[in-house]
């Protein structure tokens, strides 16, 4: 008698352990799922339904209509950047710089450019020439001499700002111009950066736009 | 819309018995364009109103606006004041109908009103419906300020997902955003509401949001500080949605959280359920001088609101809809401000988020945020 029901006892002690077990296993499969959607997190999400990503019919295209851009590749990322030389107002440079820098130093020519001073990096670092062709005066040019395009300037300044170069390419430095969508048009360097003054004027300390009172007021 | 699954019952108080000079045997010889359908050409009694609202009832496949108000559980109070509201409208427009004073455009006015009071929430209509409210909110307007809006009902668009990025080493602290945003979004402005703060944290505390300040006036960026911006982060898993009792704010496809304003009781619910402080309420009527007024609207965006109602950053539905950037993006000198399709794996919003050593706010909530900070 006593063994038979320490017998039923172990059965019925079987079968909540197979419950609370069940009831375990099925949580497993329930709990890793958000309500409605199939995805564990939105970058999940991301992921999974870019994948068959075609394109949308929305463009950019509209609001970049009105300046003149050009498209560059670099890395992996096509897009365009404003075209630059029509943007300078003395360009080209040789309709003044008939001769070699070298020989328009000399005397008994007229100084120009009396309004531009040069602040960026130091004196051991940089000069006029670190950047500007001596030769020739219409294009730009690297550190080893080789000539760059006014339009690509952004190729000088990647010479030692590498990892704002990166950041740029991708997307994360610098403003976006139109709208998010493609394709895709972004300010180059010197449309926020003064390559002789690369900290001034555009970042400079100034009031904020706005103030609230009302805000103010209601936490008095 | 074919008359069986229009949601409201039409007053027609624009319609002539008989044909006018004009010709036009609908509308008024007056009106020009009215985009919603008149059915029936008598005048109406009594009787014939009720007969027509039977019907209207049970022809009706869908639960209509009168049914979508009426046909949910309320207490007795609730009921009478939605009872009185709509009576009210009613009396108006059974008065300007019957009265040979009132003119063509009062008539109109009051049919607008009477369509409004009925319709039904923005989140179940059809294209056709929503273009029509929209219609009607567009001549209301006109009606009222002798103004012209547009006003989109565009959808969000297939293979879009809104997502934001914010970089903490470029914002400075300007506010152009703050401003930009007042401006496109036709905020109030007696209130002051500003859907974006600005919080200016002190270097070496971490993001203490106790301690910040989000109402600085000093010359910015500040000495030892740097600057958090924060507004609605239209969270993919949005507590917001969840508590509303009325169904009145949703998340749109293109993962972007938005409100009807018509639809929404004002419990400020979704409020109180925002861990992130995103949501705005009016304690008082907007009001926007006539020259500020950004005519550019969305009926889910910047459209003028009324008073007792929620709003929010829609990321501004009126300009991303259509490719642009939302103004706060465009506002910023800095470039600290990044907007995009997350489901575009060229998409620059894409590159930070997997090149760039991101985070969001209280991401142990799994709200899932769709806005990501991250630094230089």
């Not at chain 1, 079968?15 to 077990?21: A, E, P, V």
């Not at chain 1, 300046?67 to 075209?83: A, D, M, N, R, V």
């Not at chain 1, 820098?101 to 009396?114: V, Y």
């Amino acid at each position: 008698m006593y063994l038979k029901d320490n017998k039923t006892m172990r059965n019925s002690y079987n079968i909540i352990y197979d419950l609370i077990g069940i009831f375990l296993f099925t949580g497993i499969f329930y709990s890793c799922k958000h309500k409605k959607d199939e995805y564990h997190s939105v970058t999940d999400k991301i992921e999974a339904e870019s994948k068959n990503y075609h394109g949308t019919s929305i463009s950019s295209d509209a609001y970049i209509g009105h300046i003149k851009t050009i498209e560059i590749t670099e890395g992996e990322q096509t897009f365009l950047i404003p075209e630059r030389k029509s943007q300078i107002k003395s360009y080209a440079c040789t309709e003044c710089h008939t001769k070699s820098l070298e020989k328009m130093q000399s005397k008994g020519f007229k100084k120009a450019h009396w309004n531009i001073s040069i602040d960026h990096a130091n004196e051991n670092t940089m000069n006029c020439i670190t950047c500007h062709d001596g030769k020739n005066m219409d294009n730009l040019s690297s550190i080893t001499r080789k000539s760059i395009d006014f339009n690509n300037s952004y190729n000088l300044c990647s010479q030692c700002h590498t990892k704002q170069f990166e950041d740029w390419k991708g997307g994360a430095h610098g403003k976006r111009i139109g709208g998010w969508a493609p394709p895709r048009a972004s300010m180059t360097c010197v449309n926020c950066h003064n390559p002789h003054k690369p900290h001034k004027p555009h970042f400079e300390s100034r009031w904020p736009a706005r103030y609230n009172t009302q805000k103010l007021k209601e936490r008095e | 819309m074919s008359s069986n699954n229009k949601k409201w019952f039409s007053l027609d108080l624009n319609k002539k018995t008989d044909s006018c000079d004009c010709g036009k045997t609908s509308d008024g010889c007056k009106s020009s364009s009215n985009s919603y359908p008149h059915q029936s050409l008598h005048q109406i009694s009594d009787a014939d109103f009720d007969a027509a609202v039977d019907t209207e009832i049970a022809n009706s496949y869908k639960k209509d606006g009168f049914e979508q108000v009426f046909d949910v559980k309320m207490d007795r109070r609730s009921a009478f004041k939605k009872l009185a509201a709509s009576l009210a409208i009613g009396a108006s427009a059974v008065s300007t109908s019957c009265s040979f004073i009132a003119g063509d455009e009062s008539k109109e006015k009051s049919q607008i009103d009477w369509e409004e009071q009925f319709k039904g929430n923005y989140k179940l209509m059809s294209d056709e419906e929503k273009q029509a409210t929209v219609d009607r909110l567009v001549r209301s307007y006109q009606l009222r300020t002798g103004k012209n809006v547009s006003m989109s009902s565009k959808n969000a668009e297939k293979d879009v997902l809104f997502g934001y990025a914010f970089n903490i080493s470029k914002c400075q602290g300007y506010m152009d955003c703050v401003s930009a945003c007042v401006e496109e979004n036709n905020q109030d402005r007696n209130s002051q509401m500003e859907y974006i703060r600005i919080h200016e944290m002190k270097d070496g505390k971490g993001f203490n949001f106790n301690e910040a300040d989000d109402n600085y006036y000093h010359e910015v960026p500040a000495e030892g500080h740097f600057y958090m911006g924060t507004q609605c982060f239209h969270c993919d898993n949005p507590p917001c949605v969840e508590v509303c009792p009325v169904s009145a704010t949703w998340r749109e496809d293109d993962g972007l959280v938005v409100i009807d304003y018509d639809w929404c009781v004002g419990c400020r619910y979704c409020m109180a359920a925002c861990p992130y402080d995103g949501r705005r309420f009016n304690w008082s009527k907007p009001e926007v001088p006539e020259q500020e007024v950004n005519k550019n609207q969305h009926y889910l965006g910047n459209r003028m609101r009324k008073k007792g109602v929620m709003e929010k950053c829609t990321f501004c539905v009126q300009r991303s809809r259509a490719g642009k950037n939302p103004a706060c993006v465009e506002a910023c000198p800095t470039g600290a401000r990044i907007f995009g399709n997350l489901l575009d794996p060229n998409s620059t919003i894409r590159w930070v988020l997997e090149n760039k050593k991101v985070f969001r706010l209280k991401e142990d909530l799994g709200t899932e945020p769709k806005f990501w900070y991250f630094m230089d």
